[in-house]
C-alpha cells in the first residue's frame, strides 16, 4: 500500500457532482465539501493548508470535457478543440549567478521583450507575479523598444 503525507476522501457521487461542469451549491468547491462532511481529510493537513490553491485550482481542471474523458476511460479530445489547449508566455525565467564586491549571489530573473532594459523590482513580501498581471508591463513587453 503506497505511503502518503495526506489524504483526501470522497464518495463516488461527490465527486461526480464536484467535476461537473456547473457543479451544484456545496459541492463547487473543496471547502464546500469539507464544510458538508462529504470530503473527508486526513493526516498531515499543514501540507494540504499550505497548498490550498494549487489544489483547488489542479482539481477544478477536472471540469472540462477532456478531463472527464479521460477519467472516464472515454478517448480525450483533441488539443485545441476546447478540452485543453497550451499557450507559451514570451516569459524566459532562469537563476543569475553575481559576483558582487566579492559576494556570490545566485538571483532568479525573468525577461520578456525586446530592446532598453527596464528593470522592475518587488519587495520582499511580494514576487514577480504582480508585474503580469499589470496591463502597463504588458504594453512594454509587446512594444519592441523595451526588455523587461
Known amino acids: 500500500m503506497p505511503s502518503s503525507s495526506f489524504a483526501l476522501r470522497v464518495a463516488e457521487a461527490e465527486w461526480e457532482k464536484f467535476c461537473r461542469s456547473q457543479p451544484p451549491p456545496g459541492s463547487h468547491d473543496l471547502m464546500a465539501l469539507i464544510k458538508r462532511r462529504a470530503l473527508k481529510t486526513e493526516g498531515n493537513l499543514q501540507i ?4 490550498l490553491r494549487y489544489f483547488k485550482e489542479a482539481l477544478v481542471k477536472l471540469r472540462t470535457p477532456g478531463a ?3 477519467l472516464s476511460g472515454a478517448q480525450a479530445a483533441p488539443l485545441g478543440s476546447g478540452g485543453m489547449s497550451v499557450a507559451f508566455e ?4 532562469r ?3 553575481l559576483d558582487l564586491f566579492g559576494r ?3 538571483i532568479y530573473l525573468e525577461q520578456a521583450g525586446d ?11 511580494s514576487d514577480g507575479r504582480q508585474y503580469r498581471a499589470d496591463e502597463r508591463c504588458a504594453d512594454y513587453v509587446a512594444a519592441p523598444r523595451h526588455r523587461l
Open 68 to 70: 472527464r474523458a479521460a
Open 48 to 51: 494540504f493548508m499550505a497548498n
Open 90 to 93: 514570451p516569459i524566459i525565467g
Open 115 to 125: 530592446g532598453v532594459p527596464l528593470l522592475c523590482l518587488h519587495t520582499a513580501g
Open 104 to 106: 556570490k549571489h545566485r
Open 95 to 97: 537563476y543569475m549567478h
